[in-house]
């Protein structure tokens, strides 16, 4: 069964820094993995897809990075702002047609 | 439609009741999938549709929860005999093609609450 695991669980950050969210998974025969956002209450809002055969994707100031064979994303934001305020959630999915997600990230970028 | 819409996006029931969730995805969108996320965690998969059919019912936890997409577009899930442990945002996610390949789009939730 795929596990997947986000480190750290929170962070916060003032504003002006580059943030640095981590994501592993137990099984690396993925297909693609996906970053998304979630505000609170809110559905969830994708960011980046990486398919299996990319090692990064990037979009403004996201960059999300891919190691398959370990098992490992990061997800970048640079120059982080009180807007990027959110949980950051992480997910893979692989052959089952399953997308497995971690238990995200809770961001806070202090103005 | 423009993106995927959910109703009701909240619902308050009492235990033992019936309720139904709808899903209305992307327009051509072939793959469905319902997710159930609770408090402070990941969400967690469901069920998933290909065109009409369900391809992988595993996550439903049991007898009590069904879905139906009958004409391979809007889905509904079903939940009988409601608990209160079946509280939780019930989210919907669309997908053209196989999923394995394409990008998950998801609606803003419907938050089912059980007194």
């Known amino acids: 069964k795929q596990e997947v695991t986000q480190i750290p669980a929170a962070l916060s950050v003032p504003e002006g820094e580059n943030l640095v969210l981590n994501c592993s998974f137990t099984d690396s025969a993925i297909y693609n993995l996906q970053w998304f956002r979630q505000d609170p209450g809110k559905g969830l809002t994708s960011l980046l897809l990486i398919q299996s055969s990319q090692r990064e994707q990037t979009s403004g100031r996201l960059n999300a990075s891919l190691d398959k064979s370990s098992g490992r994303s990061t997800l970048y934001i640079a120059a982080s702002q009180p807007g990027d305020s959110a949980t950051y959630l992480c997910?893979?999915?692989?052959?089952?047609?399953?997308?497995?997600f971690g238990a995200g990230t809770t961001v806070t970028v202090r103005a | 439609g423009a993106g995927v819409s959910q109703t009701p996006s909240n619902k308050v029931t009492e235990k033992g009741k019936y309720v139904e969730l709808r899903c209305d995805p992307i327009?051509?969108?072939?793959?469905l999938y319902w997710y159930r996320q609770s408090l402070g965690q990941g969400p967690e998969f469901l069920i998933y549709f290909q065109g009409t059919g369900a391809a992988d019912d595993s996550g439903l936890p049991n007898d009590r929860f069904f879905a139906v997409r009958p004409e391979g577009s809007v889905s509904t899930l079903k939940i009988q005999r409601t608990e209160r442990g079946d509280s939780a945002v019930y989210l919907c996610?669309?997908?053209?093609?196989?999923?394995?390949?394409?990008?998950?789009?998801f609606g803003e939730g419907s938050r089912l609450t059980v007194l």
């Open positions: 996610a669309s997908s053209l093609g196989t999923a394995n390949t394409g990008e998950l789009f």
């Open positions: 327009s051509g969108h072939t793959a």
């Open positions: 997910a893979v999915i692989g052959a089952d047609y399953k997308l497995s």
